[in-house]
């Protein structure tokens, strides 16, 4: 009995918790990319504090790689669901997801910015809040092929991943303890993506 409970305390904690960490992250992100009711950027920012705080080589790169990887996929698994509601004569429920999600004022912004900018406007729309589906929505109006989006795609989701990743470091920096950290960081993300909309409401009725 002595060995056997020597043999369970002996078991390493990081690395088990990497074993699932990993995988969940990459879940988590991926499904936040096709279904937006998963605030990635506050997984992504959390993931980095938890990593800040191991001492197992290479986990601040497994979150990134982890991370973009995901989101890459992610928008790629969109995208294509969204082809083939573009090329189908009556349309997808995809499609309209995404339409429904790219207000019509943005709709137009973003295709504006696309013939003007072509793919780099993708690598901005992964950082512009709520700027990503609008973006996707004038590439797949514009008839992109796939793999033109995935040039541009795959260089915003390394970008994405980074950015978030160094508010998770930011926040982490401030707390010795991990909780706070993680607690920052998602406060810090959520008042990031939640802050343009919120001034978009307030300069809505100075406008009207």
């Known amino acids: 009995m002595s060995t056997l409970g020597a043999a369970v305390t002996s078991i390493p904690t990081e690395p088990t918790q990497q074993a699932f960490g990993y995988p969940s992250l990459f879940l988590l992100v991926l499904i936040g990319a096709l279904v937006p009711v998963v605030p990635t950027g506050a997984l992504v920012s959390s993931a980095a504090v938890v990593a800040m705080h191991q001492t197992l080589p290479y986990s601040m790169l497994m979150v990134f790689a982890t991370a973009s990887l995901a989101a890459f996929c992610g928008d790629m698994a969109l995208y294509w669901l969204g082809r083939r509601g573009v090329g189908s004569k009556n349309g997808s429920r995809w499609l309209e997801a995404i339409r429904s999600r790219a207000p019509e004022d943005r709709l137009e912004q973003a295709q504006e910015k696309l013939a003007e900018h072509d793919v780099a406007v993708l690598v901005l729309s992964r950082l512009v809040p709520a700027g990503r589906i609008p973006v996707m929505l004038a590439c797949l109006l514009a008839e992109w092929p796939a793999r033109r989006f995935a040039r541009g795609n795959f260089p915003a989701c390394l970008a994405?991943?980074?950015?978030?990743?160094?508010?998770?470091?930011?926040?982490?920096?401030?707390?010795?303890?991990?909780?706070?950290?993680?607690?920052a960081a998602i406060a810090l993300t959520v008042l990031v993506s939640g802050a343009p909309s919120v001034w978009r409401r307030l300069r809505g009725p100075a406008k009207a």
């Open 160 to 183: 994405w991943a980074v950015t978030y990743q160094l508010i998770g470091i930011l926040s982490g920096a401030l707390f010795s303890e991990p909780w706070e950290g993680v607690a």
